[in-house]
């Protein structure tokens, strides 16, 4: 009778733990593991969203590579982008991570004033910079023109629209900087405090301590901010719609306008699968170089030992 309690006590026991993660592994499986493997089996297919799907194995592939020159200039223009916004983003992220982190009065107003542009709508953040970066009568230009400038048409003209976008695209830094600002503030004040009775300035102070010790956290950001660049397609959609001229015609509005305009489901999942594949590969490559820049406080470095010496009735040889 025991044993039968005890069984049955050691299976609940069991069984408790994935009865509570079950809501989010249902979620996974049905919201993105599913999906991910449905795309995966869609990109060997010509695959219609009316009508019977067709098999052509790695006919969308080819097609894609040989054929659609506009594949190669879509992923030209988000790499381009990327080369742009991911060096900003992080430097406006760590700049006011570095301000809100200083025992000031009133740094807790900014942090919010700061962190509120990242809790905003796509929608909204692009209504609101199309009336900021109208040529016209935006406020942007309308300011520059006080300093003398004729602001350009930024979105409008090919050679200034991507900038536009990457100037939009780089208001929502709330959540980095909170990052950085929370590594930051973990760092001992022990270590400025030994740098200022050694007459290093704020300058030095930074280079030498602050950007050392959070080199893990600028790892981490790098990684996520290059993936929202190449995935780029909200504020491009809404803002420009790809033009003026494509010259704004990002890797995701192609995927986008294959997918729901043009009705091409089974070229659209290949083109997804090769944007997983590029960003799979560059995110392994800055992980790869982060052994060179990224320094972990206890990490212990092995160095390499002294040959071992032996005494041979009194002589000394190489062992």
């Known amino acids: ?48 969203v009316i009508g019977d799907a067709t098999f052509v194995g790695l006919g969308n592939y080819i097609r894609m590579f040989t054929e659609d020159s506009q594949f190669w200039s879509s992923l030209k223009i988000t790499f381009k982008f990327a080369v742009l916004f991911v060096p900003l983003n992080l430097l406006i992220a760590l700049i006011l991570a570095v301000l809100i982190a200083t025992n000031v009065k009133g740094t807790n107003l900014f942090r919010v004033i700061f962190y509120i542009p990242s809790v905003v709508s796509g929608v909204a953040v692009a209504i609101i910079w199309g009336w900021i970066l109208d040529s016209n009568n935006g406020i942007l230009n309308f300011l520059l023109g006080f300093v003398g400038i004729d602001g350009p048409l930024w979105l409008r003209d090919p050679n200034w629209a991507i900038v536009a976008i990457v100037i939009a695209s780089a208001w929502g830094v709330g959540n980095m900087m909170l990052i950085f600002y929370t590594d930051i503030r973990s760092i001992p004040s022990s270590y400025y405090e030994a740098a200022v009775i050694d007459g290093a300035t704020p300058w030095q102070q930074f280079i030498k301590i602050t950007v050392p010790v959070i080199t893990p956290t600028i790892l981490f950001n790098l990684v996520t901010s290059t993936i929202t660049a190449l995935q780029q397609l909200t504020l491009v959609i809404l803002l420009t719609g790809g033009g003026p001229l494509k010259s704004t015609y990002f890797y995701g509005l192609y995927v986008y306008e294959n997918a729901f305009k043009h009705h091409r489901l089974g070229y659209a999942s290949a083109n997804a699968w090769i944007m997983f594949i590029i960003i799979l590969v560059l995110t392994m490559v800055i992980f790869r170089s982060s052994s060179a820049w990224v320094f972990y406080e206890n990490e212990v470095k092995t160095k390499k030992k002294p040959k071992k010496v032996k005494i041979v009735k009194g002589v000394r040889e190489n062992g």
């Open 1 to 48: 009778m025991n044993s039968s309690y005890d069984r049955k006590k050691k299976f609940v026991e069991k069984i408790t733990p994935y009865l509570f993660i079950s809501p989010w592994l249902v979620g996974f499986i049905a919201f993105t593991a599913g999906p991910l493997v449905l795309s995966l089996i869609m990109s060997f297919h010509d695959w219609p």
